[in-house]
């Protein structure tokens, strides 16, 4: 995998990530704590710092995103202001492959119930569709369809499945959106064309899903 077309898929994260939500007004200003962002609730049950995937949660091979492309991820995303932001890339011999995403707290039933029509009406699919390809005449990215999720995951997912070209280079990118309780989720992969993901958008999503009901119980019961 060429340097070059590295950098665009952590473009394409970037503008993909900041692109795919209609406005919604969370009411916390968000601090910078290294790499990830964290909410500053005042309460410690309204702090979603820890509620990433980490290397232990992934294959080998994996390893975290540069400082400066978790800071670009951060700063598309900064209107929603997440609780949390990952992403991990794994470029070898073997495998291609980003795997991103963030939280965010969704404390009112308003923000909830627009999360969840989303998600249900198709209209996070098609902003995130439109963004794929606009400004960057580098990606052509087909429109994207739907993905069923391997596992019961949230109160409320979708997963929605695309394939296009970065610089010549076939791409799949596959993503799943959730809420548990009072917590939004988003995850996405990027792997290559022809050769199976590493760790599946199902997998990672699963994986996130327990470790907000385990870590967040007050925060991920039932709304």
Do not use: H
Request: hydrophobic share 40%; glycine share 8%; net charge positive.
């Amino acid at each position: 995998m060429k340097k070059k077309v590295v950098l665009l898929v952590c473009l394409l994260i970037s503008a993909a990530l900041g692109g795919g939500f209609s406005e919604v007004s969370i009411a916390t200003k968000a601090i910078d704590r290294s790499n990830i962002l964290s909410a500053d609730i005042p309460t410690p049950a309204g702090d979603l710092s820890n509620l990433v995937l980490t290397l232990q949660d992934l294959p080998a091979g994996f390893t975290e995103m540069p400082p400066a492309t978790i800071q670009k991820l951060v700063s598309s995303l900064n209107r929603l202001k997440p609780g949390s932001v990952f992403a991990y890339q794994k470029n070898d011999d073997q495998q291609f492959q980003i795997v991103g995403g963030f939280t965010t707290p969704l404390p009112n039933r308003i923000e909830r119930a627009t999360f969840d029509a989303q998600i249900r009406e198709g209209s996070f699919a098609q902003q995130f569709s439109q963004r794929l390809n606009s400004g960057n005449n580098e990606f052509q990215f087909a429109n994207l369809t739907a993905l069923t999720l391997e596992d019961k995951i949230g109160e409320v997912s979708g997963g929605w499945t695309t394939q296009g070209k970065i610089k010549g280079v076939t791409m799949n990118v596959e993503v799943a959106l959730f809420r548990r309780g009072k917590i939004g989720s988003f995850l996405m992969i990027i792997y290559l064309d022809g050769n199976k993901p590493a760790i599946t958008i199902s997998e990672a999503a699963r994986k996130l899903d327990s470790r907000m009901m385990e870590l967040k119980p007050d925060l991920t019961q039932p709304q």
